[in-house]
Nanobody, 120 residues
């Protein structure tokens, strides 16, 4: 089995910063893309940022220049540094990983979600 555990959410004032972290553990052979999604109340889940195993990144337009995704392949971790936060960034943030398990099966896994609240 594979687990993703997130940490780092919380309450911050507009203009502030938070850093989210996610650690994958279990029967992992390798991890392809990792990413962060978010879901605000009453809205669909949206992709915020992704990073490939080769460190190629992509971002939601509204977070470009403010958020930075990074990963440590040796530790199977991914982080999201969020700067200049805005109230509209308020959401539950979910970590996602495209995992190849030891038996060579491939599946998507999700973290439990961490709340980010930005006050105005």
């Amino acid at each position: 089995q594979v687990q993703l555990v997130e940490s780092g959410g919380g309450l911050v004032q507009a203009g502030g910063s938070l850093r989210l972290s996610c650690a994958a553990s279990g029967t992992i052979r390798s991890i392809n893309a990792m990413g962060w999604y978010r879901q605000a109340p009453g809205k669909q889940r949206e992709l915020v940022a992704t990073i490939t195993s080769g460190d190629n990144t992509s971002y939601l337009d509204s977070v470009k220049g403010r958020f930075t995704i990074s990963r440590d392949n040796a530790k199977n971790t991914v982080a999201l540094q969020m700067n200049s936060l805005k109230p509209e960034d308020t959401a539950v943030y979910y970590c996602n990983a495209d995992v190849v398990r030891l038996a060579y099966t491939r599946s998507q896994y999700w973290g439990q979600g961490t709340q980010v609240t930005v006050s105005s």
